[in-house]
Every structure is written in C-alpha cells, then in structure tokens.
C-alpha cells in the first residue's frame, strides 16, 4: 500500500521560447502531465535567468535563438551558477543547434518536429540525470578547435581581433599581463597557431564560416 512518503514530486520546469504560440501550446502540454508542475514562462533569455536565479527550477526548455542572449550565451552564464536547472534546446533538428547545444552545455535536445511526448520523455529523462541528444559524430565536437577554447579564451580571442596589447588586455579584462600570457599560450596551443597574428588571423576566418562566433552577440 502506497504512502505520502512514497509519492514522487513533480519536476519543475521552466519554459523559454520567442513565440507565444509555442509558448502557449508547451504550457498546456506540460500541465496537463502529472510528471512535470510547470513553474513559470519567459519569452526572454533574461526572462529565463531573472527566474530561474531566484526560483527553484529542475529543468528549462529553451528556443536556441531565445532573445536577446541567445542559447548558447544563457547555457554559459547557467553553467557557473550553483543549483542552475538543467537545460533541454528545443529546436529544429536537421541544424547545427543539436551539436551547438551539447557543445554548449545542454542535458538534452528536443526536435520541434518530433512527437510532443518526445519532448516530455526527454525532460523527464534530464531530470533524472541523463543526457539525450540525436545521434551525433562526437569527433566532430573534439576537432573543432573552438569548442575547446574557455569562456575566457573565446573572450580573449575577440579581444585580440581589436588589436589590443597585453597591457590593453590586462585592462579590459581585468587580469594581470602574466595572466594574460598565460591565457595567450593556452590559446594559441588549442587553436594550434603560433602568435597573436596567425590566432587574429583565425577568429575572422572562423567567424566567416560559422556566422555566429564571438560574444557580443
């Protein structure tokens, strides 16, 4: 015989999406399941953070273009908070965002074009400690040399591009020259160039192709 004590406690969740339609059509899906008590809804990235910084949330549904921070901006800044919820993209899988999103960061990936439970199995499954994503070619994520650069490498990177000294950097980013240095080194050994002129040299190249590199945005 079931007791009080042996009731499971739904799973907060938190959801963010730029389309009120969307918006709308998750919350009453994630309502009406006795798995999940849905705890608030933002169609901002600031939204999302602003909320979840104060109230507890297991796990976020985020839209990766999510206004203004975008995805990728708002996984980052999660990551260096304690008690963060974990975070599901809830995206179009036939892009790059299923690669980006685990890049990033993310506990899991939901296609917009699969099965509505598919999204609910796999915030249910993230809750519970596991990540979900589509089949990915994991080495694609190991040879891109941006992906393994810090968030204050990546920083740095596009610092250089400015054409900022040392002693420029130690200002803007508010650490020592040796410091600097150091980062520098670790930089140039991950994007595997050998000065400040082949790393500048780079970050354009690769912005070029990728269209979405860099912080600002």
């Given at each position: 015989m079931?007791?009080?004590s042996?009731?499971?406690?739904p799973i907060?969740?938190m959801l963010?999406?730029s389309?009120?339609l969307v918006l ?5 899906i ?6 999940f008590?849905?705890?608030?809804t933002s ?6 953070l602003?909320?979840?910084m104060r109230?507890?949330?297991?796990v976020?549904i985020?839209d990766?273009?999510?206004p203004?921070?975008g ?13 963060a919820?974990?975070l599901v993209?809830?995206?179009d899988e ?9 890049s990033?960061?993310?506990a ?10 598919s999204?609910?199995d ?5 809750a519970?400690g596991?990540?979900v994503f589509?089949f990915l ?8 040399p941006i ?9 740095m990177l596009e610092?250089l591009?400015k054409g ?5 950097l130690?200002?803007e980013l508010g ?6 240095k150091?980062?520098l080194?670790?930089?140039y050994e991950k994007l ?7 790393a500048?040299?780079f970050?354009y190249?690769?912005r070029?192709?990728r269209?979405?590199f860099?912080t600002?945005?």
């Open positions: 079931a007791t009080i042996d009731k499971v406690s907060s969740v963010a999406d389309n009120p709308t059509a998750m919350s009453e994630f309502e009406k399941d006795p798995r008590s849905l705890v608030a169609s901002t990235a600031e939204g999302f602003g909320t979840v109230v507890p949330v297991q976020g985020i990766w273009n999510l203004a921070l995805g990728a901006k708002l996984i980052e800044v999660l990551r260096d908070q304690a008690n919820p974990k993209v809830y995206g036939g892009s790059e965002t299923p690669r980006k999103a685990m990033a960061g993310a899991g990936f939901a296609a917009r074009s699969s099965a509505v439970e999204l609910l796999t915030c249910h499954a993230v519970g596991k990540m589509p070619d994991v080495r694609d994520l190991q040879t891109d992906e393994q650069l810090s968030r204050r490498e990546r920083t610092a591009s900022l000294t040392n002693k420029e130690s200002k650490i020592t020259t040796n410091t600097v150091f980062h080194s670790n930089l595997s160039v050998k000065n400040r002129a082949q500048i040299a970050y190249a690769t070029a192709e269209g979405d860099g600002g945005g």
